[in-house]
């Protein structure tokens, strides 16, 4: 029996700068979708959940917290492993707050992506952050 190769395809980077709005959720989700569409071999369904999940709450995050007017989004396929990146002009890490579940303030995201992602790291600069997320291709 012969095992057919097939070759991974990271492709270029997907990247985009959104307004600080509330449809920049759903923006940053269709650009996931789309990228994740055009890769080969096309990643899981459980993955891809997990990556649209998890660029959800980083996009939702900057909208409802963040300093700022733009926040971008950079999606990055290696083998393997899929990276998020989401930046703002603000400075402030995210930080963890105890779960409303009366209130609908939230304080569910963080945590969440925290689980779902293999790695989470914040760069901090001049010029505001950075939160990557890498996750199981």
Same mark, same amino acid.
């Given at each position: 029996m012969r095992t057919q190769h097939i070759p991974l395809d990271t492709g270029p980077p997907a990247?985009?700068?959104f307004e600080k709005r509330p449809e920049a959720v759903s923006d940053a989700r269709d650009l996931t979708r789309g990228y994740l569409a055009g890769l080969t071999p096309a990643v899981d369904d *459980?993955?891809?959940? @997990?990556? *649209?999940?998890?660029? @959800?709450?980083?996009?939702?995050?900057v909208v409802r917290h963040?300093?700022?007017?733009l926040c971008s989004l950079r999606l990055h396929a290696r083998p393997g492993v899929l990276t998020v990146a989401v930046s703002d002009a603000d400075p402030r890490p995210p930080r963890e707050r105890a779960p409303d579940f009366e209130g609908g303030t939230g304080g569910f995201g963080w945590p969440m992506v925290q689980q779902l992602a293999r790695a989470v790291g914040v760069t901090r600069g001049p010029d505001g952050k950075t939160v990557r997320a890498e996750l199981a291709r």
């Open positions: 990247t985009a700068t *459980e993955n891809a959940a @997990s990556i *649209e999940l998890v660029v @959800s709450e980083l996009i939702t995050n963040a300093r700022g007017t």
